[in-house]
């Protein structure tokens, strides 16, 4: 059993910056992907970025890229997202996901056995 806390998230005016962390339990968090994905008020969750298990590898969705960066420390049980000029329509519910049995969808939520219950982020105009 993986579980997963997000923190980080609140209220920022438009062009400003958070970060938001997620705390993983299990000794193999170092083997996981993770991924952060988000879900505005009546529309479906979508994919942010996402990270191997090394952190070689990492992913964005259009939208943030350029923006938003994720990063983790293994040693730390901990994945971030840097989330940098911030738009109002980047207000959503964030949530960090983590994939055991990683196949390389790492956009698609059912990649993900383990989900946080999200971190409330709203950008003000």
């Known amino acids: 059993q993986v579980q997963l806390v997000e923190s980080g998230g609140g209220l920022v005016q438009a062009g400003g910056s958070l970060r938001l962390s997620c705390a993983a339990s299990?000794?193999?968090?170092?083997?996981?992907?993770m991924g952060w994905f988000r879900q505005a008020p009546g529309k479906e969750r979508e994919f942010v970025a996402a990270?191997?298990?090394?952190?070689?590898?990492?992913y964005y969705a259009d939208s943030v890229k350029g923006r938003f960066t994720i990063s983790r420390d293994n040693a730390k049980n901990t994945v971030y997202l840097q989330m940098n000029s911030l738009k109002p329509e980047d207000t959503a519910v964030y949530y960090c996901?983590?994939?055991?049995?990683?196949?390389?969808?790492?956009?698609?939520?059912?990649?993900?056995?383990?989900w946080g219950q999200g971190t409330q982020v709203t950008v003000s105009s």
């Open positions: 299990g000794r193999t968090f170092s083997s996981y992907a």
């Open positions: 990270i191997s298990w090394s952190g070689g590898s990492t």
């Open positions: 996901a983590a994939s055991i049995y990683y196949s390389g969808s790492y956009y698609y939520t059912g990649e993900y056995d383990y």
